[in-house]
């Protein structure tokens, strides 16, 4: 089954503590993206890798570091967590590249809240 | 960047109205996709157009692309209970920076 798996699902932490979250693909795909959702600011985009070792800034990348060692994998590094990054955090893949665009999987998402 | 605008923020319709979001993009798309979030779940892929002027059907949704491939509208039929949820637009605009989400439209049903 196609599928994107997002661990953990929910995260409570405390402020300056170093935390990961983790996305992993089972589809093959090269395009993997980030996206932190707030109420009324919609998806936005934080980091996305267009293929191994090839990441970049999306709209918000402040606070926020991004690798991708395996094709398969997406982590999200918190590395010093402020409560402004309390948010609903989406890890999402396709098939998307320059030029071409298909369906994004999402993943279940990972609600964090920083105190 | 490539800005995507969508109206309205939230809709209350009665069950069995008709409800529309709208999408606007800055820029000239290469396609755009339709997304619906139920409450509590993940953003799940409905549908992609590519062509100017595309319209799309799925059973009571119609989904249109303009013909200058800037704005693209969702319209649902005869609304029911199973269509509460926000429905988003993405557009993208060709380049390797992927989809650019609008805000998103909350459709709330009064049964």
């Known amino acids: 089954e196609a599928q994107v798996t997002q661990n953990p699902r929910y995260l409570i932490t405390v402020t300056g503590k170093k935390l990961t979250v983790t996305c992993s693909q089972n589809?093959?795909?090269?395009?993997m993206s980030w996206y932190r959702q707030d109420p009324g600011l919609g998806l936005r985009q934080i980091y996305y890798?267009?293929?191994?070792?090839?990441?970049d800034k999306g709209d918000v990348p402040e606070g926020y570091k991004v690798s991708r060692k395996e094709k398969r994998n997406f982590p999200l590094i918190l590395e010093s967590p402020s409560p402004n990054q309390t948010s609903l955090y989406f890890c999402?893949?396709?098939?998307?590249?320059?030029?071409?665009?298909?369906?994004?999987?999402f993943g279940q998402g990972t609600r964090l809240t920083v105190v | 960047g490539q800005q995507v605008m969508q109206i309205p923020q939230y809709q209350h319709v009665q069950e069995g109205e008709d409800f529309t979001t709208y999408c606007n993009s800055s820029?000239?798309?290469?396609?755009i996709q339709w997304y619906k979030q139920r409450p509590g779940g993940h953003p799940v892929f409905l549908i992609q157009l590519v062509k100017s002027g595309e319209v799309k059907k799925q059973k009571r949704l119609t989904f249109q692309f303009g013909e200058a491939k800037k704005n693209s509208s969702l319209h649902i039929t005869a609304t029911q209970t199973t269509d509460v949820g926000t429905y988003f637009c993405a557009g993208y605009g060709g380049g390797a920076d992927g989809l650019t989400f609008g805000k998103g439209t909350h459709l709330i049903i009064q049964p």
């Open positions: 820029t000239t798309l290469s396609n």
């Open positions: 890798s267009m293929n191994v070792e090839v990441t």
């Open positions: 999402a893949s396709s098939l998307t590249g320059v030029g071409v665009s298909t369906e994004a999987f």
């Open positions: 589809m093959n795909h090269e395009y």
